[in-house]
């Protein structure tokens, strides 16, 4: 069959089975992207900045409609509540966020006898390759702009050491600070204290700042691109498929061919043929039937004769 799928017509095949192939496989891929589409984002106002008291309240879950959104507050960090998240990539280094408490000004308070005269909200200042060197946070009143994130879940089992934490979880720093807090935290892009901003991004340091944005919006599946899709790749399967049947084909034609030239008798003149027999030839001159008996005179016939 090699020998068959060798023929220049069928090498030309070939080539053109592999050229319509390729366009549907191209075809494919064009169905493809357009089957998983971005939906649409609706403005929401993330990055509007709106006041952490009237955008989130203590003592409730966090709901999502205010993730990634930009708040601002007005403050004091307390430097001794301050920890470590390590394991924190910064431009492909591996480091860790430096994380202080921040005292609310006006914020609402929550009754029980576990609730602090006052409500905080954990902060992430900014990311320190080197532990040693994490700078002080802002001392006196700081008006604080960031983005408000839902709380991370801890690592179980899972000892940080002292003044470091697993996570930027709101469950594990008020067992370290011994706290109220709001269900979230913030991550600090801007930190006004006096008339001066002392952010990372504002200030050259060790401190880098975190650069997180908002989520991308959720992608939707068109069901019916992706079935075209795959539908491409079984029409480039095919493409090939026809090109190997007429091969196919065009072999078993070629054997049948052979096997009727070698069917055929050759008439070389070394045959016998039939030759009548003798009696049959004395019989047909007497007219008589072909393989009859001859006729014997009888005794009285024999007398009579001369």
């Known amino acids: 069959m090699l020998k068959t799928a060798l023929k220049p017509r069928w090498i030309l095949g070939l080539v053109f089975a592999i050229a319509v192939s390729g366009v549907f496989v191209l075809l494919s891929q064009w169905q493809f992207g357009r089957s998983t589409q971005v939906e649409v984002p609706v403005s929401t106002g993330t990055e509007d900045v709106r006041?952490?008291?009237?955008?989130?309240?203590?003592?409730?879950?966090?709901?999502?409609?205010?993730?990634?959104?930009?708040?601002?507050?007005?403050?004091?960090?307390?430097?001794?509540?301050?920890?470590?998240?390590?394991?924190?990539?910064?431009?492909?280094?591996?480091?860790?966020?430096?994380?202080?408490?921040?005292?609310?000004?006006?914020?609402?308070?929550?009754?029980?006898?576990?609730?602090?005269?006052q409500m905080w909200i954990p902060v992430a200042r900014g990311w320190v390759a080197d532990p040693a060197e994490v700078p002080a946070p802002p001392s006196g009143v700081v008006?604080?702009?960031?983005?408000?994130?839902?709380?991370?879940?801890?690592?179980?089992?899972?000892?940080?050491?002292?003044?470091?934490?697993?996570?930027?979880?709101?469950?594990?720093?008020?067992?370290?600070?011994?706290?109220?807090s709001y269900p979230g935290f913030v991550a600090a892009t801007v930190e006004i204290a006096g008339s001066s901003d002392v952010s990372a991004a504002a200030v050259s340091g060790d401190l880098k700042p975190l650069k997180i944005g908002a989520q991308p919006p959720p992608q939707q599946v068109n069901w019916l691109n992706l079935f075209y899709s795959v539908e491409w790749v079984v029409f480039a399967g095919f493409a090939l498929f026809i090109w190997w049947r007429l091969v196919k084909d065009d072999y078993r034609r070629g054997l049948e061919d052979e096997f009727d030239d070698d069917a055929l008798p050759e008439d070389d003149g070394q045959?016998?043929?039939?030759?009548?027999r003798p009696s049959d030839q004395t019989a047909s001159a007497a007219g008589q039937p072909s393989g009859a008996p001859e006729h014997q005179p009888s005794p009285s016939e024999q007398k009579v004769q001369p």
């Open 271 to 276: 045959h016998p043929r039939t030759q009548p």
């Open 143 to 180: 008006e604080l702009t960031g983005r408000l994130l839902p709380s991370e879940a801890p690592l179980p089992n899972t000892d940080a050491g002292p003044g470091r934490a697993t996570a930027v979880s709101v469950a594990e720093l008020i067992n370290i600070w011994e706290v109220s």
């Open 51 to 117: 006041p952490l008291t009237a955008t989130l309240q203590p003592g409730t879950f966090f709901p999502g409609s205010v993730a990634d959104q930009m708040v601002s507050a007005k403050g004091s960090y307390d430097a001794r509540n301050q920890v470590l998240i390590p394991g924190r990539l910064n431009n492909g280094a591996t480091g860790y966020w430096v994380v202080n408490a921040f005292a609310v000004q006006d914020a609402p308070l929550l009754s029980g006898a576990g609730a602090s005269p």
